[in-house]
C-alpha cells in the first residue's frame, strides 16, 4: 500500500516514488488508495490524533484500508504474511496508526516524513511490526525533532523498539539516497535482536527536506 500525503493524491504519491514501476520488476501487487476530502476539497487521512482530520470528519480510514487488504487477498495470491504500508507525511502518520491498531493484519511499515502518536500508550500493537523511519534533518512540515503534537523520528523510532522488545541498537553506517546531496549522507540505525526478527529503523538524512529527491 503506498498512502499519499496531506493534500496529495494517490497518483501523485505513485508519480513522486515510482511504485508502479516497479510491480513487473520486484513482483509484489500495488495497492494507491485515496484519502477523504476535507471541506477545503484536500484529501487526507484519518491518522494520528495530529494529522491529518482538522476538520473532525472523523472517516475510518483503518476500516477503509483493511477492507481493501480484503480485496486485494480475494482477488489476488497475497501472502497474509508480507502486507505493508509506506506513506509519505499524513501517509506516514496512517501507516503508524494503522501498526499500532492491527498488527495482526500489517507487516512493516515506512514512513516517510510522518510520525507515530505523541502518547507512547496511543500505540499498543498486538505484535511486533516492522518499522522503517526515514527522515530529513531540514524538514521544516514535520520537524526531524517533532514538537508538542508529534514526536521526533528518533523519539518514534524508539518507540517501536520498545514496542517491538528489540534488544540492541546498532550504527549501519551511512548510504545515499537523495540525489540532491552530494555526499553519502543517510545514516542508518538499526534496532535488532526483535521479537519474531522484526526490526525497528531510522535513516536520517542529512540536510533531506520535506520531499527527498531520491535516487533512481
Not at 7 to 35: M, W
Not at 109 to 124: N, V, W
Amino acid at each position: 500500500f503506498l498512502l499519499h500525503g496531506f493534500t496529495a493524491t494517490g497518483a501523485i504519491q505513485n508519480s513522486y516514488l515510482g511504485f508502479s514501476r516497479k510491480v513487473d520488476s520486484r513482483g509484489f501487487i500495488l495497492v494507491v488508495p485515496d484519502g477523504t476530502a476535507n471541506p477545503q476539497g484536500a484529501q487526507f487521512w484519518n491518522g494520528t490524533d495530529y494529522c491529518c482530520d482538522f476538520y473532525g470528519q472523523n472517516p475510518d480510514d483503518a476500516g477503509y484500508l483493511l477492507s481493501l487488504i480484503d480485496e486485494a487477498k480475494s482477488r489476488f495470491n497475497v501472502n497474509a504474511g508480507k502486507v505493508y504500508m509506506t506513506g509519505q507525511s499524513n501517509g506516514g502518520f496512517m501507516s503508524h496508526r494503522l501498526a499500532c491498531d492491527h498488527a495482526d493484519v500489517i507487516t512493516g511499515i515506512m514512513s516517510l516524513a510522518g510520525a507515530t502518536f505523541k502518547d507512547p500508550e496511543r500505540c499498543q500493537n498486538s505484535e511486533p511490526v516492522a518499522m522503517l523511519q526515514v527522515h530529513g534533518t531540514e524538514d521544516e512540515t514535520i520537524r526531524y525533532n517533532g514538537d508538542a503534537r508529534y514526536p521526533s523520528a528518533e523519539e518514534t523510532t524508539a518507540q517501536w523498539r520498545a514496542n517491538n522488545a528489540c534488544g540492541s541498537v546498532k550504527e549501519m553506517g551511512a548510504i545515499a539516497i537523495e540525489g540532491a546531496i552530494s555526499e553519502t549522507e543517510t545514516d542508518v540505525l538499526s534496532g535488532n535482536s526483535c521479537n519474531n526478527n522484526m526490526t525497528a529503523e531510522l535513516w536520517t538524512i542529512k540536510c533531506g527536506s520535506h520531499i527527498p529527491a531520491f535516487n533512481g
